[in-house]
């Protein structure tokens, strides 16, 4: 329904990225961007270019994604997150929706994200968590992946946890905080069955940082390096001293923050 006046709108999405080659839209691909600007050129009959707060990997989920776009539409803001939940498919949410100053970017207004991996630590796999944890069968030190993950906290230059695809000008980037939780879920067969959630939030993140430390500290939990290798991993800015990168199907956009 056109209207007047463009608007700036501010909407905040979750999905589950299993089916997805990626958020970012690809030719040929079906990207999660994709379906959200087809969702609302079929309510507004206008094709739009989504804004992202970033953009996630093939597989990689979201409980809060940040997207901003202009329309020029009349439709009130409270009927925009039913509205477009009708037209998306059932496996991408729009949670909430807002009109903000058309100087709102999703990106480069916001001032931190915060990534979760999780992982099953369990003797078998849990398969209703299949699409959204990594199975670990062994077991791992959580003390020892704390006390690696926190020499990674505040501004450094982490070349060694970026793939050498990405190009960036700067590898510098701040960690505001990290956390490891874990949530016991005894299992058939196995009590001592439960999920371990990491925490990182920051204010960027370079192409596949969170899965490259991931596999680092898989290392480290497992008692193949010692905690204390993390800083000297860190320091020397050479991706081939990290860990393998983590597999992207338990990585999760926990969350973005904006002033």
Not at 132 to 155: D, I, N
Request: aromatic share 8%.
């Amino acid at each position: 329904m056109p209207g007047t006046a463009n608007r700036n709108i501010k909407l905040t999405v979750s999905y589950d990225g299993t089916q997805y080659s990626g958020f970012q839209i690809q030719p040929q691909a079906n990207t999660v961007q994709g379906e959200l600007e087809r969702a609302v050129f079929h309510l507004t009959g206008q094709s739009v270019k989504l804004t992202s707060s970033g953009r996630t990997d093939a597989g990689v989920h979201a409980r809060c994604q940040v997207v901003n776009f202009e329309v020029n539409s009349s439709i009130p803001i409270d009927r925009w997150c039913l509205a477009l939940n009708s037209r998306l498919p059932k496996d991408i949410v729009v949670h909430t929706a807002e009109e903000v100053p058309m100087e709102f970017h999703a990106r480069r207004s916001a001032v931190s994200k915060t990534y979760r991996y999780s992982i099953q630590r369990s003797k078998w796999a849990n398969v209703m968590y299949r699409d959204s944890r990594l199975h670990h069968p062994g077991s791992l030190s959580l003390s020892a992946m704390e006390k690696a993950l926190k020499q990674l906290e505040g501004t450094h230059d982490f070349t060694t946890f970026c793939s050498r695809r990405a190009a960036v000008v700067s590898h510098v980037r701040t960690i505001y905080s990290t956390s490891i939780v874990f949530e016991a879920e005894p299992m058939l067969g196995d009590g001592d069955a439960g999920v371990i959630h990491i925490y990182i939030q920051g204010n960027g993140f370079l192409y596949n940082m969170v899965r490259i430390i991931v596999g680092t500290l898989l290392q480290i939990g497992e008692g193949r390096r010692q905690p204390e290798e993390m800083g000297i991993i860190l320091s020397a800015k050479n991706r081939s001293l990290a860990g393998p990168t983590a597999l992207a199907h338990a990585l999760t956009l926990w969350d973005v923050q904006y002033e």
